[in-house]
């Protein structure tokens, strides 16, 4: 049976819409641009996300940082079967059976590319689930769920490709990653409306125009909305995880339950550095449908954290012999 079962969704720019007349109207938007716009992002999960404390290593670029802060996007959807079911907790666990999908690179990665293999990645997915409640199947606990995840790289394409439609169809499919459907939605909706619009917009002043192209007032809704266009256009990595009804898999029907996907900007990281801590933080969210997408500051390594070894005995060496003492004259 083929696993391959974790498809991304079809691109909103394959979605008609009726264009709205952004342009009308220009006094009443233009007062409100000042209002829209918050300076940082925030998380609606507070305490999940490292307080944004200014530290001086903030300045150094990522990669000269020995650990770095980065934002991490986390998305849950849940399907109308998922909706249904008895909400999962530790005190109420449900069973599942995980199933990897594979390692997947989209748009122009760079040579060299390295990432974890599905083993070392399993512990850790596995730990994360437990938070909200998830425990693998046991002899005695028959699988509900199957777990399905898949991890890579989304990266920009040739910004010189002649076809525009495919570079936008890049930056759609990776908004589905960072923000989840409906955000992908609204920032399809925004990049039709600006090309049925460019042949007038053109003729604006450049000041103008800032203030009348769609994608820009959609960077100006809020300041969590701006940091998640902004993300569409960096090169990222990510991890889906999805659960179906393990009985309808096994009847050879797909039930989607709940789909769960996090991402992280790969500028200046490696996967090895940033794929345990997406993982670790998106445990709370596994399963646990979110208003839109979170955003998590967080450490690639937690402060205080302590790697401990298996402990060895080790024998004291044997006491050098001492030298017989001087004979007093």
Not at 110 to 118: F, M, W
Not at 201 to 206: E, G, T
Request: glycine share 6%.
């Amino acid at each position: 049976m083929n696993l391959e079962i974790i498809q991304a969704a079809p691109s909103p720019l394959l979605f008609s819409a009726r264009p709205r007349i952004w342009w009308a109207g220009l006094a009443v938007i233009m007062p409100a641009v000042a209002i829209a716009v918050s300076p940082s992002p925030t998380s609606s999960a507070a305490t999940d996300s490292e307080p944004e404390k200014f530290e001086w290593s903030d300045l150094l670029p990522t990669a000269w940082q020995e650990n770095p802060r980065l934002h991490f996007t986390v998305t849950t959807e849940l399907s109308e079967a998922g909706k249904k079911l008895p909400e999962v907790t530790p005190e109420h666990p449900a069973y599942f059976q995980l199933r990897v999908s594979g390692y997947r690179e989209v748009g122009d990665t760079p040579a060299g590319e390295k990432t974890l293999k599905a083993e070392e990645i399993e512990p850790t997915l596995v730990r994360a689930l437990a938070t909200s409640g998830y425990q693998p199947a046991k002899p005695d606990r028959a699988p509900s769920l199957l777990v399905t995840y898949r991890w890579g790289t989304h990266n920009l394409i040739d910004p010189d490709n002649p076809d525009r439609s495919q570079a936008v169809r890049n930056i759609l499919d990776r908004a589905l990653l960072v923000g989840g459907e409906k955000f992908a939605g609204d920032l399809g909706a925004a990049y039709r409306e600006a090309a049925v619009f460019a042949p007038i917009s053109k003729n604006l002043p450049p000041e103008v125009r800032e203030f009348t192209d769609p994608i820009n007032l959609l960077k100006m809704r809020d300041s969590k909305t701006r940091f998640l266009v902004e993300r569409t256009t960096d090169d990222i990595y990510f991890i889906v995880a999805a659960a179906y009804d393990y009985k309808a898999f096994m009847e050879h029907r797909l039930v989607l339950l709940w789909r769960t996907r996090v991402t992280v900007t790969s500028q200046g990281v490696t996967q090895g550095q940033t794929l345990p801590t997406m993982i670790a933080t998106a445990g709370p969210f596994f399963g646990k449908e979110t208003d839109g997408a979170e955003i998590i500051g967080r450490h690639t390594i937690p402060r205080g954290h302590v790697e401990i070894g298996t402990p060895t005995v080790v024998k004291p060496a044997d006491a050098p012999a001492q030298a017989p003492a001087e004979k007093a004259k």
